[in-house]
């Protein structure tokens, strides 16, 4: 496979003041005074910023020229990390802050092929990253067909150990068994990664794989408790014991959701929707305070919208969650996850995916 280089713009994790502010490019208006309510979408958003973003947030560009990149996360050192998903490599930051390729050759398919006008769309590969404890890196292949894929393990770029494949779990004739493997947590005790699965909607999973045995397995089923909405995106423990799940729901329409799950007893225990948001498809936790970070892709086959960044607070006991929109000018973006410094890193396709449009932007202001 071609090996296409990235260019990189800027990246320092651990920035200065002085020079993340020569790097962004700031909202000039302030914010507004009002918030949102329970069950409502508010914004915060109009400004002339970058992307929909006003102040306090600013935008610094970190990397550009990617296709369709997904996942993005931290090493212990606080290096980027980034799943250049379409150039079928994964990107870590150097000693001065570069992206640069630091595993490549990886399997990409398109995840949409037209079988009347054989017009394909969205070109995939590895689809999540996340650097074990002992500083190897699990990747999972998403550039394989459903159920082919697995979770991959590198040292220092090359290939360690891989997981089992997961074949179909219904008789469905459409289940070819879990694939697009996505959405990758480490439990707090580190014994465990959290999966997404998108493999038939008949059957929607969330699997874990065991970080010592190499075991990757089917573990809570959103279907066998009644939850309708399909493609889990991202995972995020909140203890040993629980795991939010967040769910994209169908493409274009406002039906996402957030999970809370009992690990242990493989229940739901609290489910939130989350109104204003269409396509949500990454989450992080607020590095101060309470609430969560929301990244909305506003899903589409056939081109980029304009996606939403939100601050989301979950109430007690589960139901609309409050979302406040701070940004709602986003060219689709796909994950995010803060980094040491307090930036909201997001990965987005930019204005066309399948094209070397990609981009990683790091947003600070939180």
């Not at 590095?287 to 990244?295: F, Q």
Request: hydrophobic content about 40%; some cysteine; overall charge negative.
């Amino acid at each position: 496979m071609k090996n296409h280089a990235t260019r990189t713009v800027l990246l320092s994790v651990a920035a200065t003041a002085a020079s993340l502010a020569v790097a962004s490019c700031e909202a000039k208006t302030p914010p507004p005074s009002s918030s949102g309510t329970s069950g409502t979408a508010s914004s915060t958003s109009g400004a002339a910023g970058p992307f929909g973003f006003a102040a306090p947030y600013s935008v610094s560009t970190i990397a550009t020229g990617l296709m369709n990149p997904s996942f993005v996360s931290f090493d212990a050192e606080g290096r980027a990390t980034v799943c250049d998903s379409g150039h079928g490599k994964v990107l870590v930051a150097d000693a001065k802050g570069e992206l640069e390729d630091w595993a490549t050759g990886f399997d990409t398919e398109y995840w949409k092929v037209d079988a009347e006008k054989g017009t394909k769309r969205f070109l995939l590969g590895p689809l999540a990253a996340l650097w074990l404890p002992d500083g190897r890196l699990a990747v999972t292949d998403g550039g394989k067909k459903d159920g082919e894929e697995a979770v991959l393990v590198y040292d220092k770029g090359e290939l360690d150990e891989s997981s089992n494949t997961v074949p179909p779990t219904t008789e469905d004739p459409a289940d070819k068994g879990e694939g697009n493997l996505c959405g990758l947590s480490m439990s707090p005790d580190q014994r465990y990664l959290w999966v997404c699965g998108q493999g038939a909607d008949a059957k929607t999973w969330v699997l874990r794989y065991d970080v010592r045995s190499q075991q990757l397995e089917p573990w809570l089923s959103a279907d066998d408790h009644g939850i309708v909405e399909n493609s889990p995106m991202q995972t995020l423990p909140l203890s040993n014991e629980r795991l939010l799940v967040l769910y994209e729901g169908t493409g274009g329409a406002e039906d996402g959701r957030i999970v809370e799950w009992d690990v242990t007893r493989r229940e739901p225990v609290h489910q939130w929707t989350l109104p204003g948001l269409v396509d949500p498809m990454g989450i992080a936790k607020l590095p101060k305070g309470e609430g969560y970070v929301v990244v909305d892709n506003n899903w589409a086959l056939t081109e980029v919208l304009k996606g939403k960044v939100a601050k989301v607070t979950l109430p007690s006991g589960g139901g609309a969650a409050k979302v406040e929109v701070i940004a709602d000018a986003v060219p689709g973006p796909v994950s995010c996850a803060f980094a040491p410094d307090g930036r909201l890193f997001v990965t987005m396709l930019g204005e066309r995916f399948d094209a070397e449009l990609g981009q990683v932007i790091a947003v600070s202001g939180f």
